[in-house]
């Protein structure tokens, strides 16, 4: 086994509260390595038909989204790990405030930032065509401006080690039919670079990871059958795949890489 070199760090992750998700799945990831956590997340109520929710499908997604943390604390429980949960919206710059404050009280510092939390729009409102000024301002206002106000608080609380980790989309440079996830995205990954620049005097490492399509629960069994041949290493993509490369950027092995973006796509939209 790799040994990362993580045991007591502290890790703050957002975007937990789906059981298949890549939040959850890398906060468990790291709780194997003996890491403390901080793990927030918001509810996101959709509709969905509690019917379908057995299988996966955007039903499946979508319950799972409007849910808590229950699943990963029940887990963390088994796992006799130190963790702290918070349900929180990162769009708020007093909120951001408020879990820096709550993270630092409860364990002294911050040393990790997974930024995993993101929104879209499920109703169709994401073209040129159909775009509207709340689906822009929602999108930017989680996946841009929340995710500058979390690396902000990082860098202002910031102790001998840190490492940030945004988490993209393998389609950010062309994503039609949803122009404005994938220019947030997109956004993201010029953050992650720029800002890499501004913190590398600190010993701070910024870099994003961008997965293909990968199963969290949203991909039916027709759309995979869609996906998978357009996907070179022929399967979906697993949240294990991405908590692995988010595990190695996190850890000393990955001191000298910052400003970039992986792709975790199997040769998806290279």
Do not use: C
């Not at 194997?32 to 039903?59: A, I, Q, S």
């Not at 993201?188 to 701070?204: H, N």
């Not at 908590?243 to 990955?254: G, N, Q, R």
């Amino acid at each position: 086994m790799v040994d990362y070199g993580l045991k007591g760090r502290v890790a703050l992750i957002t975007g937990v509260n789906n059981p298949q998700g890549i939040g959850a799945t890398t906060a468990l990831a790291f709780a194997h390595e003996g890491v403390k956590l901080v793990l927030v997340y918001k509810k996101v109520d959709r509709p969905f038909d509690k019917d379908k929710t057995g299988k996966n499908g955007v039903d499946r997604y979508y319950a799972a989204n409007a849910g808590n943390a229950d699943f990963v604390e029940s887990r963390l429980r088994e796992m006799k790990a130190e963790y702290l949960i918070l349900e929180s919206d990162i769009s708020d710059e007093d909120t951001v405030k408020e879990i820096y404050t709550a993270a630092i009280n409860r364990f002294g510092r911050v040393d990790i930032l997974v930024n995993n939390a993101a929104t879209d729009d499920e109703n169709g409102l994401d073209t040129i065509e159909n775009i509207t000024q709340k689906v822009i301002d929602n999108t930017f206002a989680v996946n841009v401006r929340g995710s500058i106000l979390m690396i902000r608080e990082l860098v202002n609380h910031r102790g001998d080690y840190g490492r940030v980790i945004n988490l993209s989309t393998d389609a950010a440079q062309a994503f039609a039919g949803q122009i404005t996830y994938g220019a947030s995205k997109a956004t993201l990954e010029a953050l992650t670079r720029s800002i890499a620049l501004e913190v590398a005097k600190y010993g701070i490492t910024v870099n994003s990871v961008a997965p293909g399509p990968t199963q969290t629960g949203w991909i039916d069994e027709e759309l995979e059958q869609a996906v998978i041949p357009l996907i070179p290493m022929g399967k979906l993509i697993q949240p294990e795949d991405i908590a692995d490369t988010i595990l190695f950027l996190a850890s000393d092995k990955a001191s000298m890489l910052t400003g970039q973006v992986i792709k975790v796509s199997g040769g998806h939209a290279l």
